[in-house]
């Protein structure tokens, strides 16, 4: 058992987890998706010294086709950062958003007419009634941060099909860093025709920003392709869900978000379903 990059892993969600803080935080003095663009095109700045030789290497072509998928990522973050500006409970919406994993498989289903497998029937149920369960407050009702999230984890499924189909090609380091800088750019073009800057930027809102690009973005993203390169798949793909339990843990601890029984039971069943999914998909891929 490989220890070293299991932890890496572990570090890399706390690391994803508190970049919902730092954003929470960088948005009270910044436009969300001018904070957005920057974010992502400083980071993908920082990156690209990793992957300079494999850029080099790589065809016009190919990395034509990893910008446009970054698109897709973009959408999925601008409807994610805007449930953060309009949301107080980053714990519950870091669930909601854990479910994009489980809507991969019916976005394939729609878009190439792939059918999801069993597991995934068996483990939507669940993650129905976790939604259910986070939405109850007396009577059911969706707020709009809660649809955001939903929308935005959708957004992230249909990425990671485009992603897997059209970008097979490319260095996941030299594709990530691509996809960061086409989302940059793209949050940078929206805030413009979009947002209104202030006069003013405090120090402390640039703290947030710098935490939320070398911590969150470009330090997370590294360790989170050293880690899973060198974990076990099936590790790695359960310690990656750690992310929205970090989150929870956060936003609780410095927002002070409620967590009543029928939230506590929502998490558990939405990372349950979570849970039985991918370790049923790692048994199916590994009697293929």
């Not at 436009?31 to 920057?38: A, D, N, Q, V, Y």
């Not at 750690?242 to 009543?260: A, F, H, Q, R």
């Amino acid at each position: 058992m490989n220890y070293r990059a299991e932890l890496i892993l572990v570090f890399t969600t706390l690391l994803a987890g508190a970049g919902w803080v730092f954003s929470k935080e960088a948005i009270q003095g910044l436009p969300p998706f001018g904070f957005i663009g920057l974010r992502f095109l400083a980071a993908s700045l920082i990156l690209l010294p990793f992957c300079y030789k494999a850029l080099k290497a790589a065809s016009l072509s190919d990395c034509l086709r990893a910008l446009s998928v970054g698109g897709f990522l973009g959408g999925a973050i601008f409807c994610w950062i805007h449930a953060i500006s309009i949301s107080d409970t980053l714990g519950e919406g870091a669930f909601i958003m854990s479910l994009s994993m489980l809507f991969v498989p019916l976005v394939a289903w729609v878009l190439f007419k792939s059918k999801p497998i069993r597991a995934f029937w068996l483990s939507l149920p669940l993650a129905v009634v976790g939604l259910f369960l986070l939405s109850w407050k007396g009577s059911w009702s969706f707020n709009a941060s809660q649809l955001w999230f939903l929308v935005s984890a959708v957004g992230l499924a249909v990425h990671f099909n485009f992603n897997s189909k059209y970008s097979a090609s490319l260095s996941p380091m030299l594709l990530t860093t691509l996809q960061l800088f086409s989302t940059g750019c793209l949050g940078l073009l929206l805030s413009w025709f979009t947002e209104t800057w202030p006069s003013e930027i405090s120090v402390v809102t640039w703290k947030w920003f710098t935490l939320s690009v070398i911590l969150a973005t470009s330090l997370r993203y590294l360790m989170q392709t050293t880690g899973q390169k060198l974990a076990n798949p099936t590790n790695a793909a359960l310690l990656m869900l750690l992310e929205p339990v970090w989150t929870l843990i956060l936003s609780v601890l410095i927002y002070d978000e409620s967590m009543p029984l029928n939230k506590i039971l929502g998490c558990l069943c939405l990372l349950a379903s979570l849970i039985f999914y991918r370790l049923s998909s790692m048994v199916i891929i590994r009697r293929k």
